[in-house]
């Protein structure tokens, strides 16, 4: 079993910048994604930026040239640096990954989900 936490949410002005952090623990073999999502009210649960293995990146159009997605294998732990803050950012943003236990189960893991509000 892996755990996830999210932590960096909180409350900024639409313009302004914001870090997200998340921390795996688990007897983790390999990452075979590492991930970010956001739930807006109202809405279903959406990517918003992904590191695949081969440290290809995809992000969604609607962060792209905004958010940076990085990681720290070696802590267990990869960010979501998010610049230009928009009120359409405003969600609950969740990290992911889809990992490997020393075990050799695979399974998918998320985190509890960290409050972002950008104020207009």
């Known amino acids: 079993q892996v755990h996830l936490a999210e932590s960096g949410g909180g409350l900024v002005q639409a313009g302004g910048s914001l870090g997200l952090s998340c921390v795996a623990s688990?007897?983790?073999?390999?990452?075979?994604?590492m991930a970010w999502y956001r739930q807006a009210p109202g809405k279903q649960r959406e990517l918003v930026a992904v590191i695949l293995r081969g440290d290809d990146i995809n992000y969604s159009d609607s962060v792209k040239g905004r958010f940076t997605i990085s990681e720290n294998r070696a802590r267990n732990t990869w960010y979501l640096r998010m610049d230009n803050l928009k009120p359409e950012d405003h969600a609950v943003y969740y990290c992911?990954?889809?990992?490997?236990?020393?075990?050799?189960?695979?399974?998918?893991?998320w985190g509890q989900g960290t409050q972002v509000t950008v104020s207009s």
């Open positions: 688990g007897s983790i073999f390999r990452f075979d994604s």
């Open positions: 992911n990954t889809n990992a490997m236990l020393m075990s050799g189960a695979t399974g998918d893991y």
